[in-house]
């Protein structure tokens, strides 16, 4: 019963990080900074200019990290988390969470196509015009991903407290 929590509260921990991961991503595309670099970038940019290739690398860094971490995370819900469920939460409980461990297939299809924007920005094969363009979908894309975690980060949490409930109904 005891590892039961303990498990429930480290991934709720976990989500936290992860959402902090994703918000601190969000915020690198979309800072004033970022939006007047690329309003530059319409008219100025060239192929392998240092400042928007040293951006794209660090976007690119940080991506990555959450990217393994996001990716460790769901495995562990799929696998111990999951288990937990199954073994100290009723019908309704198990339904519920192995319906958001479908959302991780989704998760993962955005996480891939993130990294496809990213390398074709920096590939530096793009004209001025499709740069462009691909950074403000690379930005709306994350934008909306973030979202997605969010709201499937807040789901998993009501069922983790759900089934903390359940397990020690007086704490």
Not at 112 to 140: C, I, N, P, V
């Amino acid at each position: 019963m005891k590892t039961a929590i303990a498990l429930i509260e480290e991934v709720m921990k976990e989500h936290e990080s992860v959402l902090e991961g994703v918000h601190r991503l969000d915020q690198m595309v979309n800072d004033p900074k970022a939006l007047s670099q690329l309003d530059e970038a319409r008219d100025a940019f060239m192929p392998g200019r240092f400042d928007q290739k040293e951006k794209l690398a660090s976007i690119g860094e940080l991506f990555d990290s959450l990217d393994k971490g996001l990716e460790a995370h769901f495995e562990r819900e799929e696998t111990a988390v999951l288990a937990t469920f199954v073994e100290h939460g009723d019908r309704d409980l198990v339904s519920s969470f192995r319906s958001l461990m479908q959302e991780h297939t989704e998760l993962r299809n955005r996480l891939a196509a993130t990294k496809k924007y990213l390398s074709r920005l920096s590939s530096g094969e793009l004209s001025a015009h499709h740069w462009q363009a691909t950074a403000y979908d690379l930005r709306a894309y994350i934008a909306h991903t973030r979202e997605l975690l969010q709201a499937h980060a807040e789901a998993e949490q009501g069922l983790l407290m759900a089934l903390r409930q359940r397990l020690a109904p007086g704490e």
